[in-house]
């Protein structure tokens, strides 16, 4: 793509005349004229004054310089906003920023494996059972007892073949007869993810 630094530069080699030769003629160092014709903008402190210099170089070399500006506005216009995104990027991502987000991002991941490692294990894991009532496994008087347990809310409970429905906080309730001598309570869970547990425990009934 044709850029005004070039236009002026070929015009510039065609007449044969160097950089110093230019410089000398229109009393503007060659370091100038050097970065007009390599488009290097960021050389120059304002628009209007490389603005400026187009004009005399392109009537010094017989060019009229209202066709040689479009050029230069163009890749301009480019290089601001390159710059621009520049100063924004070293503005807002500077060392300890970049470092922060670099800190975000790695928790963000470990976070995001703990919590898929933890439904994993809860996937792979049987249902849990913790017995809240009976406190004791020794009984004289009673005929019946009440099995209090708390387990997840989603688990299905069966005992000796009756479906037991816990309640949403996972606790369940069941009467248990108890007969002279050893009593099995066995109970069987199956969690949401298939897995089975079975809780059996012993309670004694005595005679007083």
Known sequence: ???AGE????????????????????????????ALENNNWNFFESKVYIEGLIKTYSRFLG??????????????EDNEVVSFRKRISDKYFTPQVKKFFQTLVFISIFIFFGYFIYQIKIFLTPPKIVLLSPKTDTFY??????????????????????KVYPNQDGIFEYNFPLKK?????????????????????????KSP
Not at 11 to 34: A, G
Not at 63 to 76: M, S
Request: a positive charge; zero cysteines; hydrophobic letters at 35%.
């Open 1 to 3: 793509m044709l850029t």
């Open 7 to 34: 236009i002026l530069k070929n015009q510039r080699l065609k007449k044969n005349l160097s950089l110093t030769d230019i410089s000398k003629q229109i009393k503007i160092k060659e370091k100038y004229i050097s």
């Open 63 to 76: 060019l009229n310089y209202k066709k040689v500006l479009p050029f230069f506005y163009r890749d301009y």
């Open 141 to 162: 008087n009673e005929n019946l007892i009440k099995i209090v347990g708390k387990t997840e809310k989603d688990t299905s409970i069966n005992i000796f073949g009756e």
């Open 181 to 205: 001598g050893q009593n099995e309570l066995i109970i069987e869970l199956v969690g949401a993810n298939g897995k089975k547990t079975v809780f059996k425990k012993i309670f004694y009934k």
